[in-house]
Every structure is written in structure tokens, then in C-alpha cells.
């Protein structure tokens, strides 16, 4: 069965955990419109491979910024920082598989864990790639991704090993040509794993007023440090993705609560009413009451 979602959410001590990729056949297949939803950044153990339909995305993976056209698509390495919008705010529809490392590599102690697994998910140089339409081993990760999702529509008999067999050769493609082919574009970000740490307490604690200091803090780094790291890895400073996070908070509670604008400011860390409206506004190109007329 494809889906059109994930009822994803965050474990705030590492990872997102997705639950429909679960013990007993851990792959599972999405398609879905990223004017409907977008993928903000966050990070989890499996893999996932993507490509895009129709429209164009804008993928970000730990530092490096791409635009993705029809046909073209990403694969993501396991634990990798990643985050997909809209990049004309048109129809961009996507196609993406998300499966576990053991789906692949079996038990720990496998061979297949230790001479294939292990070396790839290791690699700090290699966080994920872009899958174009002229690269010859991408090619075949996008053809795999399309058969997955032929199957996945079909469910047609044992098509549970097929598909085990086609996520196997995404790795194994992936695991063969990273080496050589992205060394020097992926360079190594010491950062990471303090980024991560500062995104999980934003993510834990936006409804309370909080500072720079607060945030490098939790990093363990000195208010520079913690702008350089925010910067080059996420894109932007530790203060405006706060305020970013705290608006699309916002815009959700909109859509799915009765609750009042002001109450759902304060609830978002917004302490004036109407710096939270203009900055409402100047994001989402109308006012906060507006997406309650819709929703």
C-alpha cells in the first residue's frame, strides 16, 4: 500500500521514528504533494530514496542545497540532518521509500552489516546525493524506486522479496559509487551532532522564551560557534529558524484547533500579538485568520 503520509513524530532523545516502518516488513512507500505538506528539517536512522514527480524541490542535506526538477530524486543516507520544501509553491509531487538498515543487512554480526552497512552509514563524507537523469548509477537507484512503487500498487504475490531485492541494490549502488563520487563536495561537518542537539532543544522548548545563549548552551558552544554551525549546516541563524519553527507551529494549530490567534501566539513563544501576525503574514503571504477561514 502507498501512502500519502507518516504519522511520524520526534523521540526528543535523537530521532524521528516512523512508525509504519515497522518490525515486521520495515519499508514503506509515500506519495504526497508538497504544497499539501512539507519535510522541515529532522533526521532518522532508516534510509530513504525519493524522486519528484512533478514540480520543482528544494532538498537540503547537512550543508548542501539542491533544486530538484521532474524526474530527478535524492537518496538519504541513515542519520543524515535533511529537510524538502517547495520551491515555486506550484503542484510538487514526490514519490519516496523509506526502509531500515536491517532490511538489508540482517543481524548486526552479519556479513552483509559489516562489509556493506557498516562502511556506508559510517561515512561522515557522505550524507546522501542527488539522483539525476543523466548519471548512470543514478539512473538505476530512480528505476528502483519506481518499481517499489509499482509493487507496492500491485501487491502481487512474494512482492515483499521483490522489493527487499530492489532496496538491497539501492544500497549496494549507493555504497559503490559514494566513495569516489561525492568525497569532496560532502566534506566532513564536525557539527552535526551539535546541530541536532540544539534543533531537539528548539524543538522542546519554542513555547518559552529563549536565547542565543540559551540555545548554544545546549551545544556546548559559544554564541559564534553556534551561528557558524547554524549557518553553514541548516542555512540560516539559530534565532530565525526558532521564529520559523514557532510560525509553522502556529499555522498547524490554526488548521487543526478552535483555539483563539492570541492564545495560540502565546502558545508559539510569541510574546506581542502583532509582531506574531506581521511575522504570520510576512511567511505565509496572508494572516493567521485567513488559514482559519479555510481550514
Known amino acids: 500500500m502507498i501512502l500519502s503520509g507518516s504519522s511520524s ?19 514503506t512507500c509515500y506519495e504526497y504533494d508538497l504544497c499539501e505538506r512539507i519535510e522541515p528539517w529532522h533526521w532518522h536512522d532508516q534510509f530513504e530514496a525519493a524522486l519528484v514527480e512533478g514540480g520543482e524541490a528544494f532538498l537540503c542535506i547537512e550543508g548542501c542545497e539542491y533544486s530538484l526538477r521532474p524526474g530527478e530524486g535524492y537518496f538519504i543516507n541513515s542519520s543524515a540532518l535533511h529537510s524538502l520544501s517547495n520551491i515555486s509553491g506550484k503542484s510538487c509531487r514526490v514519490r519516496c521509500v523509506v526502509f531500515t538498515k536491517e532490511f538489508v543487512g540482517g543481524f548486526a554480526d552479519s556479513v552483509f552489516w559489516r562489509k556493506y552497512l557498516l562502511p556506508l552509514v559510517e561515512r561522515r563524507d557522505f550524507s546522501g546525493c542527488v539522483l539525476s537523469a543523466e548519471n548512470e548509477w543514478q539512473a538505476k537507484i530512480r528505476r528502483c524506486i519506481e518499481e517499489i512503487f509499482a509493487l507496492f500498487k500491485s501487491e502481487a504475490d512474494m512482492y515483499e522479496l521483490e522489493a527487499r531485492e530492489l532496496v538491497t541494490k539501492i544500497v549496494a549502488l549507493a555504497a559503490e559509487n559514494s566513495a569516489h563520487s561525492f568525497a569532496e563536495e560532502h566534506a566532513e561537518n564536525n557539527y552535526i551532532s551539535k546541530v541536532k542537539t540544539m534543533l531537539l532543544y528548539i524543538w522542546q522548548n519554542y513555547q518559552r522564551q529563549i536565547t542565543l545563549s540559551d540555545i548554544a548552551k545546549a551545544g556546548a558552544l559559544s554564541k559564534n560557534e553556534c551561528m557558524l554551525c547554524f549557518n553553514k549546516t541548516v542555512g540560516t541563524s539559530p534565532i530565525q529558524y526558532l521564529k520559523n519553527y514557532r510560525l509553522e507551529k502556529a499555522e498547524e494549530l490554526l488548521r487543526v484547533t478552535n483555539k483563539k490567534v492570541g492564545e495560540i501566539s502565546e502558545l508559539c513563544g510569541f510574546q506581542d500579538k502583532s509582531y506574531f501576525t506581521k511575522s504570520f503574514r510576512e511567511k505565509f503571504g496572508k494572516a493567521p485568520l485567513e488559514v482559519r477561514k479555510n481550514k
Do not use: A, G, H, L
Not at 9 to 27: A, G, L, N
Open 9 to 27: 513524530t520526534i523521540d526528543f532523545s535523537k530521532m524521528e521514528f516512523i512508525p509504519e516502518c515497522d518490525r515486521e516488513f520495515p519499508v
